[in-house]
């Protein structure tokens, strides 16, 4: 019995210690990135967005034109977002002095079959940098050589 006790007492000490590396300006500023009020908002998306991405895309102005025409576009089809699940329990990497974290995600959209759902996996990258207030992030799914060589000195 003791020998079970204390394996049951290090995981609970273990998921302790993990969450609390874990950082709570992090968890918030994924739940508000993840909400489907945000993610059908191009102003509030705009404004979580790495400033890296943003500068990739054109400025300010022109990725708020590509938001608002992406969305647009979603909701012409009458698809919405229902909601976001993202996989938390991830570590922060830290290079130099900047900040990062990848987190899976699925997205659950609603279509015009109310039968049905339609599920997307994306993957998130959460970014800290000095020069930047709090975390923004940038979608990382299907970023390959050839996309980041697109923003060569930008997005590196």
């Not at 969450?19 to 509030?44: F, G, H, R």
């Not at 500068?55 to 698809?79: P, Q």
Request: net charge positive; proline share 4%.
């Amino acid at each position: 019995m003791k020998p079970f006790l204390l394996i049951v007492i290090a995981i609970i000490f273990n998921f302790t210690a993990s969450y609390a590396q874990k950082d709570p300006e992090l968890n918030v500023a994924l739940s508000k990135i993840s909400a489907p009020s945000t993610l059908n908002n191009a102003l509030a998306t705009l404004n979580l967005t790495s400033p890296r991405l943003i500068k990739a895309m054109g400025g300010k102005e022109n990725a708020l034109k590509l938001f608002t025409k992406s969305m647009a576009g979603i909701h012409k089809d009458n698809v919405k977002i229902d909601s976001v699940i993202n996989y938390t329990d991830r570590e922060i990497t830290k290079l130099k002095n900047i900040e990062y974290c990848f987190f899976p995600q699925l997205i659950i959209f609603g279509i015009p079959d109310s039968t049905k759902k339609m599920i997307s996996y994306s993957t998130l990258m959460a970014i800290k940098e000095p020069a930047v207030k709090g975390w923004t992030f940038l979608d990382y799914s299907g970023l390959n050589d050839e996309k980041l060589n697109f923003g060569r000195g930008v997005i590196r």
